[in-house]
């Protein structure tokens, strides 16, 4: 029986592939900021689905980093393999878009510049609540666990279901919104801390 023996340049290919799959789970590292002990920070992965009536699925997935100092929010989004594409940065009354080849965009909101980019709302701006395990203005329907954190409510036109809990909120937000003519699914699972 004959021995198989790859040349260098497949046994090669076949190490890059493997470290493409490893990387494939990678989440972008945490936003480096000011040392600030109330700033909140997250990272994990998220999903995107979009279902236009009469069409087929789009979705998109990838990883998200959290900065959250309070006057100035900083999220990152990051393809599956991990690489920065872009960087959203929220002030009062103003929200910029820097994608990784330098070109940006701005918007008065966060929501509107996410929905602007995107062509689908995204609630940035109620995240800066949920991710917390908080509701924000104008929720209903709030139900709670059995800790009397928020476990599901509706609040600005999201079904928002939060799950998983560790000392700063839930690990795993799913949002949903039903429109006329389309369904939009969010869902982001939170790396352990």
């Known amino acids: 029986m004959r021995r198989m023996v790859w040349p260098g340049y497949r046994l090669f290919a076949a190490l ?28 994990g992965r998220f999903a995107l689905t979009v279902e236009q009536r009469n069409e087929a699925p789009e979705a998109v997935q990838g990883g998200f980093a959290w900065h959250d100092a309070g ?25 910029v878009l820097q994608r990784s080849n330098g070109a940006t965009e701005a918007a008065s909101s966060p929501d509107a510049l996410v929905e602007q980019v995107l062509g689908s ?12 395990g ?27 279901v939060l799950s998983r809990y560790d000392p ?6 799913q949002l949903s919104r039903n ?9 982001l699972a939170v790396d352990s801390q």
């Open 16 to 43: 890059c592939l493997g470290a493409a799959l490893l990387a494939g789970c990678a989440t972008p590292q945490r936003i480096a900021g000011q040392a600030d002990e109330n700033a909140f920070d997250r990272t």
């Open 71 to 95: 006057d100035v929010l900083l999220l990152d989004l990051a393809n599956p393999l991990g690489s920065t594409l872009a960087r959203v940065e929220v002030r009062p009354g103003h929200a």
């Open 121 to 132: 709302p995204i609630p940035v701006a109620g995240l800066r609540h949920w991710l917390k």
């Open 134 to 160: 908080r509701t924000g203005p104008g929720a209903q329907q709030l139900q709670t666990d059995e800790q009397g954190r928020p476990a599901q409510f509706i609040q600005g036109g999201w079904r928002v």
């Open 168 to 173: 700063q909120g839930p690990r795993l937000l």
């Open 179 to 187: 429109e006329a003519q389309r369904d939009i699914r969010v869902r």
